[in-house]
């Protein structure tokens, strides 16, 4: 099935952290670590910051190709990689909010 054959209707950010929070719940995990495929100009980092089911240390990676938006993330300190196999380290948690999108329907 391809993209264009999915209704997405509501779903946004909101939405996603929302059923993130639920499972997290539901199960009683909590988060140390988040790695944010495609964070565009929106990066899930302050998010994460502030999530009560994330744990100290917090540890934030972003996969970002847009070379105008990489600098930018990396303004902010963030640890960035432009490439998604340069990430080596495991994470608690991926998200990939800004993606769809880019997604060829076939």
């Not at 495929?37 to 540890?59: C, I, L, N, Q």
Request: proline share 5%; glycine share 4%.
């Amino acid at each position: 099935m391809s993209a264009s054959n999915v209704e997405f209707g509501d779903i946004n950010d909101t939405r996603v952290l929302g059923l993130v929070d639920e499972c997290a719940a539901k199960f009683d995990f909590s988060f140390s670590s988040l790695l944010d495929g495609g964070s565009s100009d929106r990066p899930a980092v302050d998010w994460f910051k502030r999530y009560k089911r994330s744990a100290e240390p917090r540890d934030y990676a972003a996969v970002e190709v847009d070379p105008v938006k990489v600098e930018t993330l990396q303004k902010r300190g963030l640890k960035i990689f432009t490439d998604i196999w340069d990430v080596k380290q495991p994470s608690d948690l991926t998200l990939a909010l800004e993606v769809i999108e880019h997604i060829p329907a076939e």
